[in-house]
């Protein structure tokens, strides 16, 4: 699985990092720190990466199969 997340939706309201504390951290300013990117998510992270796609209110994160 890959993660996306579009860095000009996101606008830092933290549900994301905070239901996958384990993959996704954020900066200083409290935006997920894979903004702009595409990461490859473990398998292990799956599940939690997939809920915090879900909580995110400006559906700035896509998840897609690899």
Do not use: N
């Not at 903004?35 to 400006?58: L, N, Y």
């Amino acid at each position: 699985m890959k993660l996306a997340v579009d860095a000009a939706r996101c606008t830092g309201h933290g549900r994301c990092y905070a239901a996958a504390p384990d993959f996704l951290t954020y900066d200083d300013e409290g935006y997920v720190t894979a903004r702009g990117q595409v990461v490859d998510v473990p398998d292990e992270h799956a599940a939690a990466v997939r809920e915090a796609a879900a909580s995110c209110p400006e559906q700035a994160i896509e998840l897609t199969d690899d």
